[in-house]
Structures are given as structure tokens and as C-alpha cells.
Nanobody
Framework: QVQLVESGGGLVQAGGSLRLSCQAS????????MGWFRQAPGKEREFVAS????????LYADSVKGRATISRDNAKNMMFLAMSDVKLEDTAVYYC?????????????????WGPGTRVTVSS
């Protein structure tokens, strides 16, 4: 059973940058496609970015394209999300997720393992 824990959230000033980490325990993450999702207050969980097992394919939501970079380090069982020029609308709880398939995907239902989330608050 893969267990995921996010870190790196906190208060960020608009225009600044953030870097979130996702640490996995249990089986190696190597066979799993991975993704980041977020949920803002009063809104549904939405896709942010995903990455395939060997980092060959990445997908980004239009809202973060050009500002976000997803990456992974299979040797360390970790995944990362770096985001620059953060905006007020990036405020949300960010979740990392793993799916039982090697390719990346954008639907929450495509993922079976989820972390508890890390809160990011962007201030003006």
C-alpha cells in the first residue's frame, strides 16, 4: 500500500514561488503515474499537473501552464511541484496522488492513492 505525504505548503506572497514535495512510503513509486491536485474552499478538487513513471510525459492544467513544473525522483520515492508567479487563486489545499498505471492522467478518479494534503495560502 502506497502512503503519500505532502509538505512545503504555507503562506506565500503573490508573485512569489513555492515548491511542494510528496514523499511516498511503502512500495517504490516507479510503476505509478503521479499527479498533483488542489481544492480551494468551496470548490471541487481540480487537476494541477501529472507525470508519467519515467518523467517522459507531463500534463498541466491551463491555469498553471507556464508557471508550474512537476518532477519526480523515483530513487528517493518523491515527487515535486514548483510554481512561480503564484496568484491569489492558487490558494488551496494541494494533494499528491498515485495511480496504478504508468502514464499520467488528469482525472481524480484515475488515482487510487492520495496524501492528506498541504495548505497553500497566497497573500496579496
Amino acid at each position: 500500500q502506497v502512503q503519500l505525504v505532502e509538505s512545503g505548503g504555507g503562506l506565500v506572497q503573490a508573485g512569489g514561488s513555492l515548491r511542494l514535495s510528496c514523499q511516498a512510503s511503502g512500495p517504490t513509486l516507479s510503476p505509478y503515474g503521479m499527479g498533483w491536485f488542489r481544492q480551494a474552499p468551496g470548490k471541487e478538487r481540480e487537476f494541477v499537473a501529472s507525470i508519467s513513471t519515467r518523467s517522459i510525459t507531463t500534463l498541466y492544467a491551463d491555469s498553471v501552464k507556464g508557471r508550474a513544473t512537476i518532477s519526480r525522483d523515483n530513487a528517493k520515492n518523491m515527487m515535486f511541484l514548483a510554481m512561480s508567479d503564484v496568484k491569489l487563486e492558487d490558494t488551496a489545499v494541494y494533494y499528491c496522488a498515485a495511480r496504478s498505471a504508468p502514464v499520467s492522467a488528469s482525472g481524480p478518479s484515475d488515482y487510487v492513492h492520495w496524501g492528506p494534503g498541504t495548505r497553500v495560502t497566497v497573500s496579496s
